[in-house]
């Protein structure tokens, strides 16, 4: 499984941007995608989490209520929609993929086996 992010820039505090990640091959029921975010420093930390089929989602607290994690089955892609950006979004942006045998939704960096290259995020003060 491969994925490729896109969408990432530079934008002003406020502003929106929404990230795309398109996977190589038909996502089955069983997956766990989410995004994460890695600032210079810091760990790699959950920003959104979906369960592929029953649509469940897990979001940071940060950015609960400004972000939202969607898929669209007939792409093969997963987007996060990021609004009222903060500076202190600012980081580079993972989509990961993993399949889930036992149907939990994933929200550690440690579980996921799939990662995209990664998406620049610059939020400018």
């Known amino acids: 499984v491969q994925l490729e992010e896109s969408g990432g820039g530079l934008v002003q505090a406020g502003g929106s941007l929404r990230l795309s990640c398109k996977v190589s091959e038909p996502i089955r029921s069983a997956y766990s995608m989410g995004w994460f975010r890695q600032a210079p420093g810091k760990e790699r930390d959950v920003v959104a989490a979906?369960?592929?089929?029953?649509?469940?989602?897990h979001y940071a607290d940060s950015v609960r209520g400004r972000f939202t994690i969607s898929r669209d089955a007939g792409k093969n892609a997963v987007y996060l929609q990021m609004n009222s950006l903060k500076s202190e979004d600012t980081a580079v942006y993972y989509c990961?993929?993993?399949?889930?045998?036992?149907?939990?939704?994933?929200?550690?960096?440690?579980?996921?086996?799939?990662w995209g290259q990664g998406a620049q995020v610059t939020v400018s003060s």
């Open positions: 979906l369960h592929w089929s029953d649509m469940y989602q």
């Open positions: 990961a993929a993993d399949r889930i045998r036992d149907g939990q939704l994933r929200t550690r960096a440690d579980d996921y086996d799939y």
